[in-house]
């Protein structure tokens, strides 16, 4: 998406409306993937919806809509999955360019994965790697984590970004944390998935529960049970789904001491918890509310009882 975003800012310096249009289009996409990474996937797909509603999508614009489509709905375990994704590799090979054909595959990799079709992910995974060129540190890392999670033995040689990095070394924990504070809440969820520690496995299910990933909470789920977990959670709880934010109770416990200006220390004392487990808490309810500091949340938090 970068470099799309890149060519639509030099169309634009023609200054035709049609440049304009297509620079006007390339940002909303833009945005789509940013609320993508945010979790607030209800907004990203309503977008590319309508994206993909507008006569001036041209089949070279209308990949990223369409992939981020399908693999949300692979997520949540919802039909239409493999349309989007069909129509998204087909739009994909045309253009030859491992910006389009690269996420367009990894995106088909997840669906499998969540389907349990384990070696059509490892296909796809390694077709996304036959194309592989010229990528960045952030493709990179993403490719070689599929690859990994799909139990294919390629190599993709070169740097890969922080996050990934961390995941690579075994530091699941520590690669949530560095997604989390990029906001990218999917992210952190898939790092601890890639564990084999029962607490991070929990994690890594709350977060998908949270997020309505119900197809790749069964995953997890999956795994907690393959390791001998006991008392494995059936689903999100009621009062989860019944929040208008997603909030847990005790998500709304500590929304409401952060209002009160409580720092994690004294949440902790209050409502009788470790100070790691209040960390994540917090983070859990910036990222539900979209805000980046306490302070926001805390004004939300106002208004949201006013």
């Not at 797909?45 to 994206?51: C, N």
């Not at 389907?115 to 992910?121: L, P």
């Not at 949530?176 to 952190?188: E, V």
């Not at 917090?282 to 106002?302: I, P, T």
Request: with cysteine.
């Amino acid at each position: 998406m970068r470099t799309a975003t890149c060519t639509a800012s030099r169309a634009t310096s023609s200054g035709s409306t049609k440049d304009l249009d297509t620079h006007t289009y390339f940002l909303r996409a833009t945005r789509t993937i940013v609320l993508e990474h945010r979790g607030r996937w209800d907004e990203a797909v309503a977008i590319s919806t309508q994206l993909l509603e507008e006569s001036s999508a041209a089949p070279l614009y209308q990949i990223y809509a369409q992939a981020l489509i399908g693999v949300i709905h692979a997520r949540r375990g919802e039909p239409e999955v493999w349309r989007a994704l069909d129509s998204a590799i087909a739009n994909a090979a045309t253009t030859g360019q491992p910006q389009y054909i690269v996420p367009a595959r990894l995106a088909r990799t997840e669906a499998y994965l969540t389907e349990g079709r384990v070696d059509e992910a490892r296909h796809e995974a390694e077709l996304a790697a036959d194309a592989a060129h010229d990528i960045d540190e952030w493709t990179r890392g993403v490719l070689r984590r599929w690859l990994d999670r799909t139990g294919s033995g390629r190599i993709v040689a070169g740097p890969i970004a922080e996050p990934y990095r961390l995941q690579e070394s075994g530091g699941h924990a520590a690669a949530a944390r560095a997604w989390d504070a990029l906001g990218c809440r999917l992210d952190a969820a898939l790092a601890l998935l890639d564990s084999t520690d029962e607490d991070e496995l929990r994690d890594a299910l709350r977060r998908l529960d949270e997020l309505g990933a119900k197809a790749t909470a069964g995953l997890a789920r999956q795994k907690l049970r393959q390791i001998g977990a006991r008392s494995v959670p059936a689903g999100p709880r009621r009062a989860t789904r019944a929040h208008p934010l997603g909030l847990t109770p005790r998500e709304c416990e500590v929304l409401e001491l952060i209002c009160e200006r409580q720092t994690n220390a004294q949440i902790a004392r209050t409502l009788f918890i470790s100070a790691k487990t209040v960390d994540h808490h917090v983070s859990a309810v910036l990222a539900k509310l979209g805000v980046e500091n306490r302070e926001a949340a805390a004004d939300m938090g106002r208004n949201l009882t006013a």
